[in-house]
């Protein structure tokens, strides 16, 4: 079922979530000069006109970048996602809004490969012509990568990521995004991990995934969390409460599965001010949780939450103290109160691929194409009490 389109919801909260923790990532991984793979399961079209019919249906840029665009006091290690984003809107209007593939193309170096995949054949072609113009336009400025950069493929990510594994410099980052239109892409997400952690266990890997009541979603953490990786981390950002129809994304979480030691302190410092500008009601709030395995039981902790209780699985931590601990079945002991480490200097995006400059690579428009049904909330379930503001608009994503 290929129905899903991301131009109706480019730019959202969870764009705004996955986008900015993707730019920490390769921060990150640009700190030792050694190039690395950036591979992206599900990829999307690349670059979203925020104009473009299926941008202004929703409006779902309104609940992320939309309140983010004129922000003051913005936290340092937004910046950098911010200045991406506003680097491809030169005007200082906001027009473009970048998919994971333009992000990763900004934040690598000429070294790093990027390896796409895509499955619907109408966003394969706009990936494609949005990575063909980028090409000509850094050509253009004189600036080749040698051999091929970039490669696209139109074909399944989930089956595709393990021949790409280990990659061959041994670093590795992937990115693993499906539209979870069908509760078979949490299993399928799942087992592509743990066949990759297996082929090449020292990989990154960030999942964003949808915070939802139906049970797939609510299970997917813990699930993750018994993956056979080192460390893994969980952020999530609510921006309202659920109202009583179900209806609409108010929360998404990225996962993180070998993350940078980095992530944790520049997310206590950065989720409460995404919670605050954001946030729609008294629901808004953000959840941090970490964990390590240890000789094969993972023991987790949950490091932040504000300025409620948390959401999903870390539910079963203390909802007062705004700290509190979570134990999986067959853990051995539980990591609290470590010493967070300094966030890693982040250094400005390498170039700039502008699509609206009239010397800038010009991105095609998304074609046309349905939006994701909105999420239903399971027969039986009782929604949460409404905040006092209305939640804002929103699809599933
Ligand atoms: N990662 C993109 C970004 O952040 O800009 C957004 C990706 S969007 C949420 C999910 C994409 O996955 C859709 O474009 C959809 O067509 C595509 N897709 C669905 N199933 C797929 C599969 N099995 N393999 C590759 N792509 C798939």
Known sequence: MLSYRHAFHAG???????????????????QKDVAYTYIDTHSGAGVYALDSFQATKTGEFDTGIGPLWNATNVPAALQPYLDLVKGMNPSGKMRYYPGSPYVADQMSRLD????????????????NENVRKAEAHKAEQGERARGKRVIIEHGDGFQSLKKLL????????????????VKDDYKKVR??????????PSGMYAVWYPVLQRMESRQFPDKLKRLPAKEWLNVTLTVSTPGPDGIGLHSSGMFILNPPYTLEPMLRETMPYLVQVLGKDAGARFTIETGTQVTGAASARLVGEGPRAPVGNARRASPLSG????????????????????????????????????AQAKPATPGQGESRAPAKRPAGAQPRAAGPRTAGKGGKR
Request: charged share 30%; net charge positive.
């Open 12 to 30: 959202n909260h969870a764009d705004v979530l996955k986008h900015f923790v993707q730019v920490q990532l390769h921060l990150y991984m640009n």
């Open 112 to 127: 790093d490969r990027l390896r796409l995949f895509e499955l619907h054949p109408a966003d394969v072609k706009i990936l």
């Open 166 to 181: 280990p990659p061959p410099s041994r670093r590795a980052l992937v990115l693993v995004d499906p539209p979870y239109e």
């Open 191 to 200: 087992d592509a991990l743990e066949e990759a952690l297996g082929r090449f």
């Open 323 to 358: 700290k509190g601990s979570l134990r999986l079945p067959g853990q051995s002991m539980v990591r609290e109160g470590e010493e967070a480490k300094p966030a890693a200097k982040a250094p400005a995006p390498r170039r700039a691929w502008r699509p609206d400059g009239s």
